[in-house]
């Protein structure tokens, strides 16, 4: 079955880089998302990566796609307070209609 | 569009009670969603409609879970007899249709507490 695994907690200081990792099992994925939940709030999408690219960069984000090893990571460049949230990595398999979800990652950033 | 509006943002309920958690999803989107957040088990997808149809309802945990979708514009997620096992976030996610390529825009989330 399809699965997504991402590490629970990330605590990192303001003005540093936060890298959140996420592995997934489904081969045949064909989107990968990032999603962000800020507290008390619903989920809105970060950003997303087709399954034939390697990098995306959207200004502080750069999200890398190892496909061999069905690994995806969001590189959060000076990291600051407002980015402190829960992000989850999504994966959209291949004739499927539904995203599957990680458990999210929290991202804790000390000023 | 004020996106996808769930209401109520918190319910408080004793055991045994009904609830109904609502939704209103974007104008035009013909797809929607209904997933439960819990911190043990993260966000799960319990019920999808396409073009107000249920498709795939495989995710409802039990008979005691029913959703509707009466028309485009308005659904329901219905839990009788609720149970304190059932407290999680319940989110309602929209999107324009089905494919990989389209954003789910989900609401505020309505926050469940069964005593």
């Known amino acids: 079955g399809e699965d997504v695994e991402q590490s629970l907690f990330l605590s990192v200081r303001e003005g540093d880089s936060s890298v959140i990792n996420c592995t997934y099992t489904?081969?045949?994925?064909?989107?990968l998302y990032w999603y962000k939940q800020e507290p008390g709030a619903g989920l809105q999408l970060l950003t997303y990566i087709f399954s034939n690219m390697d990098m995306k960069q959207d200004q502080r984000l750069t999200v890398l796609l190892n496909k061999k090893d069905k690994h995806l990571s969001l590189r959060i460049a000076d990291t600051q307070t407002g980015d402190s949230a829960i992000y989850f990595c999504?994966?959209?398999?291949?004739?499927?209609?539904?995203?599957?979800f990680g458990k999210g990652t929290k991202l804790s950033v000390i000023p | 569009d004020a996106g996808v509006i769930q209401s109520p943002r918190h319910e408080v309920t004793e055991m045994g009670q009904e609830v109904t958690l609502r939704c209103k999803p974007i104008s035009g989107h013909n797809s929607l969603f209904w997933y439960r957040q819990t911190m043990m088990r993260g966000l799960e997808l319990l019920i999808y409609f396409n073009n107000n149809v249920p498709i795939d309802d495989s995710g409802m945990p039990e008979d005691r879970f029913s959703a509707k979708m009466p028309n485009a514009s308005f659904s329901t997620l219905k839990i009788q007899p609720s149970e304190p096992r059932d407290s999680a976030v319940y989110f309602c996610a929209s999107s324009l249709n089905p494919g990989a390529n389209t954003e789910a825009f989900f609401g505020q989330g309505t926050r469940l507490t069964v005593v």
């Open positions: 999504a994966e959209f398999g291949a004739g499927s209609y539904q995203l599957t």
């Open positions: 489904d081969s045949s994925s064909t989107y």
